[in-house]
């Protein structure tokens, strides 16, 4: 089991910066897959950000350029934001596929003001 915590949300003005960080409860070294999604108000989940066991880093066209997703240490993972808009406005949840089990974050709230 992998118990997953982020933090670092916030307000911001459109063009801003943010950096999210998910502290797991073991090393996500070797884990399948660690990254980060995202859920607007009445949208579905989706993804922003992944880095999969390979270390390929996958990015979601409307972020890609301006976000940056990182493993800082064993048990961490992070993404930069860059350039926000007011569209990247979501719950931002960190993300773990662990031994073909998906973990969840509860989630940070990212509000980016026009």
């Known amino acids: 089991q992998v118990r997953l915590v982020e933090s670092g949300g916030g307000l911001v003005q459109a063009g801003g910066s943010l950096r999210l960080s998910c502290a797991a409860s073991?090393?996500?070294?070797?884990?399948?897959?660690v990254g980060w999604y995202r859920q607007a108000p009445g949208k579905q989940r989706e993804l922003v950000a992944l880095i999969r066991s390979s270390g390929s880093r996958d990015y979601a066209a409307s972020v890609s350029g301006r976000f940056t997703i990182s493993r800082d240490n064993s048990k961490t993972v992070s993404l930069q934001m860059n350039s926000l808009k007011p569209e990247d406005t979501a719950v931002y949840f960190c993300?773990?596929?662990?031994?073909?089990?998906?973990?969840w974050g509860q989630g940070t709230q990212v509000t980016v003001s026009s």
């Open positions: 073991r090393s996500i070294f070797g884990i399948n897959a």
């Open positions: 993300y773990v596929n662990y031994d073909g089990l998906d973990y």
